[in-house]
C-alpha cells in the first residue's frame, strides 16, 4: 500500500517563513515554518490524508498502533526512523545526541527522579540515540560540525586577537587541549565570559576581505546571541557549506549547529538532544560534556553510494535506517525488481522536484512535488518513474530500513 501522509510544519522561532511552504505548495502565513515531520513519533505523528484506507486512524502512530503486521511487516515493532524536511533562516542550537548506553542510562535516571517526560528541562524524552543525517535541497546548506584541529582554531583566535591580548586567556586553553577548553567556555566564568564579548567585538571589526569562514560565525553568532559560549565554540568547530545535493552524518557525540538552509534530514526516532547555547531552550552544560566526543575529525561530510544512474544511497554504517535519492528525466530509474537498492521494511518517501510515479508489488501511486507517502513492506522493490510530459527533472527521497 502507498498510504498518502502530511503534517502540520513546527514554528519553531529559527524557521523560515517561506522555504517548506515553497516545496510544499502551501500558503506563506508570515510565521516561520522550521520543520515537518513524517514518521510515526508521538510528538508530531503523520497526518493520514485518506483514514478510510486505514480503517478510519487520523495519524500513522494510531494506524500503527491498531493494525503493526500490516502497517510494519511481521516481527517488527516501530519504525525505525523518523523523516523531516528542515527550514533554517536562523541558528538552532549547539547541540549533541547520546549514544544508546547513553541514552538509556539518562532516560532511567530521569525517570527515577520524577522528572514529567514534557518537562522543559528534561533531557532524555525517551531511552534511544538519535544519529541523523542531512540531505542539501538548497543551494546551500550553511552549518557547525564536528571538532576541527586545535592549529586551525588557533589560527583564527591569532587572526582575529590581532595582538590586543583580549583573546589570551583562549589561547592558553587551546595549549591544554580541546576538551579543557570548551569545558572552560561552557562553564561560563568572568573570564570566559570577557573571551567570549571580545571574540564578538572583535570579530565585528574584522574586514571582510581578511575575514574566514570561522570568524563571519562569530561575529554572526554574537549579533544573534551576545554573550553566549556558544559564540567561541563555533571557533572550535568545523564550518560546513553544503552544496544541494550534498549530505553530513551526525554521529552520537557530535557536537553541531545548523545555521541556515533547506534540507532532507533522517534520524532515529528519538527526540534527545542536550543543549550548550545558542538558544533560549533548556540548557545542560554539565549532560552535554558528559555526552561529547572531544575528538577532532575532519568535516563530516557523507558520500552516497551511487547504486545505479541516478540512484544514490546514503547510509552511514550500524544506524538502522538508509536513505535513498531516485533523479529522473522520464525514465524509469532504480529502486526496480533485481535489485539495485531494494527497500527494507516500511518507507516513507516525498517528492521534492516534479512529478514520480512510485511502482510497487501491488499497487502505485503518484506523487507531487511537495507531496509524501507511506510504503507498507508489503510492496517490495519500488520502481520510481518520472513524468517526461512535464519537461521536468523529478526528485523523490525514500526513507528506509538498512
Not at 500500500?1 to 510544499?24: C, H, K, Q
Not at 513519533?41 to 486512524?57: D, E, I, K, L, R
Not at 532532507?264 to 555526552?291: C, F, Q, W, Y
Request: glycine share 10%; net charge negative.
Amino acid at each position: 500500500m502507498f498510504l498518502g501522509i502530511t503534517n502540520t510544519p513546527r514554528d519553531y522561532a529559527w524557521g523560515s517563513v517561506t522555504a517548506i511552504p515553497e516545496l510544499v505548495g502551501r500558503t506563506v502565513t508570515g510565521a516561520p515554518q522550521a520543520e515537518l515531520w513524517l514518521g510515526a513519533h508521538p510528538g508530531s505523528p503523520s497526518v493520514v490524508v485518506n483514514p478510510a484506507m486505514v480503517g478510519g486512524a487520523d495519524t500513522l502512530l494510531d494506524w500503527i498502533a491498531a493494525e503493526p503486521e500490516a502497517a510494519l511487516g511481521q516481527g517488527r515493532t516501530g519504525l525505525p526512523f523518523l523523516l523531516k524536511v528542515l527550514a533554517a533562516a536562523a541558528p538552532l542550537s549547539l547541540q549533541a545526541h547520546p549514544t544508546p548506553e547513553q541514552a538509556r542510562e539518562g532516560y532511567e535516571r530521569e525517570e527515577a527522579a520524577g522528572i514529567p517526560v514534557d518537562d522543559p528541562a528534561r533531557n532524555y524524552k525517551d531511552p534511544f540515540p538519535k544519529p541523523e543525517l542531512v540531505v542539501a535541497l538548497s543551494e546551500r546548506f550553511e552549518a557547525l560540525s564536528g571538532f576541527r584541529p586545535v592549529d586551525e582554531t588557533r589560527a583564527d583566535v591569532e587572526l582575529l586577537d590581532a595582538g590586543s591580548g583580549r583573546l589570551g586567556p583562549l589561547l592558553v586553553h587551546l595549549a591544554q587541549g580541546l576538551e579543557d577548553t570548551v569545558r572552560w567556555l561552557e562553564t561560563a566564568d568572568d573570564g570566559a565570559l570577557a573571551v567570549v564579548r571580545a571574540a564578538g567585538d572583535l570579530a565585528a571589526a574584522l574586514p571582510d576581505d581578511v575575514a574566514t569562514p570561522n570568524t563571519r560565525t562569530v561575529r554572526d553568532l554574537a549579533a544573534a546571541y551576545p554573550g553566549d559560549p556558544g559564540v567561541v565554540v563555533s571557533l572550535l568547530m568545523h564550518r560546513v557549506t553544503l552544496a544541494a545535493g550534498q549530505s553530513m552524518y551526525l554521529p552520537a557525540g557530535n557536537i553541531h549547529a545548523y545555521l541556515d538552509g533547506l534540507g532532507i534530514e533522517l534520524m532515529a526516532p528519538s527526540d534527545n538532544v542536550l543543549r550548550g547555547g545558542l538558544t533560549p531552550k533548556h540548557v545542560d552544560v554539565p549532560e552535554l560534556l558528559r555526552v561529547l566526543d572531544f575528538t577532532a575529525y575532519p568535516a563530516p561530510v557523507l558520500e552516497p553510494e551511487h547504486l545505479a544512474p541516478g540512484v544514490d544511497r546514503f547510509a552511514p554504517d550500524g544506524v538502522g535506517f538508509a536513505l535513498v535519492r531516485v533523479t529522473g528525466d522520464g525514465k524509469p530509474v532504480g529502486l526496480s525488481t533485481g535489485g539495485v537498492a531494494p527497500l527494507d521494511g516500511p518507507s516513507i518517501a516525498i517528492c521534492t522536484e516534479g512529478v514520480v510515479t512510485l511502482v510497487g508489488a501491488t499497487s502505485a501511486t503518484l506523487l507531487r512535488k511537495g507531496e509524501s507517502c507511506y510504503v507498507t513492506p508489503d510492496e517490495g522493490d519500488v520502481t520510481v518513474e518520472a513524468d517526461a510530459a512535464s519537461g521536468l527533472t523529478s526528485t523523490v527521497f525514500i526513507a528506509t530500513g538498512a
